[in-house]
């Protein structure tokens, strides 16, 4: 299993992983509001990293659990063929939405997860207008509450790449997790820089809505290779 499951492979899955539109709408939407909100840019730096630094702990830890299960049980075929057919219907989802963008079923967050973001930001806005201690607590629990509420529009090439580190060893597994993670998030890193240093949020999300379809198409042609694949390894 370690000359099939490559670091390339893992790059590749984290970084189409970590392009996806809903990750960056999200922070975008994040950051144009600390942007707003915070007199100081440091104080912006500081919430949007810690919001990415939380993103990387939950994701990994999710990933650690759902690995370490399908390990020390005996479902770890059934895990494997699990997440090989999400990758597919992931996959065809994706590539759909490049010539229907948001027409009948999408991979999308939670319904209503917009709604509670947006509370969640009124109300770290207001306890910075208090001077309240507990402001940077905020981005902490949106951290947490996105990755739980993206997880059915960013999951499918994580659990893949889970599935297949289940059928190797652990130990080496978990530095590959790492690493996914890492990658993940980089380019959540490169658009808090580009805010902090003074590109438009609003460009940014100009140039999310123009590259979307191309995004999803070209994480959705990587998922249902990556499903295909898996499935021609079982037999």
Known sequence: MADQLTL???ITAALLDSINPCVFGVLIFLLAYMTKMFKNKNKMLVAGA???FTVYVIYFLIGLGLFT???TTSLIKPFYLFAAFVAIVA???EIKDYFWYGRWFSLSMIPGADERIKHYMKLMSEWERKGHFLTMVVPVFLGIFVVFVELPCTGAPYLAILGLLSKGVYSSGIPLLLLYNFIFIV???VIIGLVYFGYSSKKLEGWRKEQRGLMRLAVGLFMMALGLYML???F
Do not use: C, N, R
């Open 8 to 10: 390339g492979l893992v």
């Open 50 to 52: 810690t919001y990415t």
């Open 69 to 71: 299960f399908a390990y």
């Open 91 to 93: 996959g065809a989802l």
């Open 187 to 189: 380019p959540l890193f």
């Open 232 to 234: 021609w390894l079982s």
